[in-house]
């Protein structure tokens, strides 16, 4: 029977499987393999004596918090309080489909923006969907629940962006389940935080603040310019990394203003750091 680990804790796997929660252990060759089950990993499981025994390939594999086999990641995005901050979230993007992650945008606060700036983020939405990327703001919990359907989704996004209000539209009880469990059991900071999905209808939705700390570092000039989707259809030059060479079709685009001139600025911004071969945290 094939499921999929929702929760480890010590040498105890729950594994989801046709719609039955199974407690297992793992067969010790994995360890022998070097292979260590994750959250997230799919798994094929001897249902009667509650046995991991295989691991199925990984699509993807995200780093602190550990988690495998991400389909999407929503990138909760503040428009205001605290500020739009297209940086991190083209530093998001870039990491996300760089990881094979699907990405969808959700601004959030937009009642707290004046007419002008709604508009600005009205142009935002415009832009990122007309370069393939999913987008929607808080309000739009219908189309968020239809599009991470079936889906393994993690949440991202800065400190205060309204993790915790989305969370909270989706399903009330979803909120509660993922707060930190040092928190809900009352004990200290040490408590051992585990990684966890939850079930919202048919969705697994990881229970992490964010992968935060995936650092740019790992990623190389050609991912970058890769991940990057617009420029590449934009530019005719195979070899043009869009930055010094002459006749390239990107710079042309941003001049002419149908792309987006702070996409290019963190793109010259993400190489530029790679070039000193800087860590870029968030
Ligand atoms: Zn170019």
Known sequence: MQGKITRIISNLYTVEAEGQIYECRARGKFYHDGLTPLVGDLVIIDADNKYILELKPRKNVLLRPTIANIDMAVIITSTKQPNLDLNLLDRLLCIIIHNKIEPIICFTKIDLLSFKDKKIIKNLIKYYRKIGIKCLTNNDIRKLTKMIKDKTVVLTGQTGAGKSTLLNKLDNSLNLATQPISKALGRGKHTTRHVELFKYKTSLIADTPGFSALDLKELTKEDIKNSFLEFNLSCEFKDCMHQEEKNCEVKKLVGAGDI????????????????GNKRINY
């Not at 793109?267 to 070039?275: A, S």
Request: proline share 0%; charged share 25%; hydrophobic share 30%.
């Open 260 to 275: 987006l001139t702070s996409r290019y600025q963190n793109y010259l911004k993400f190489m530029e750091d790679l070039n």
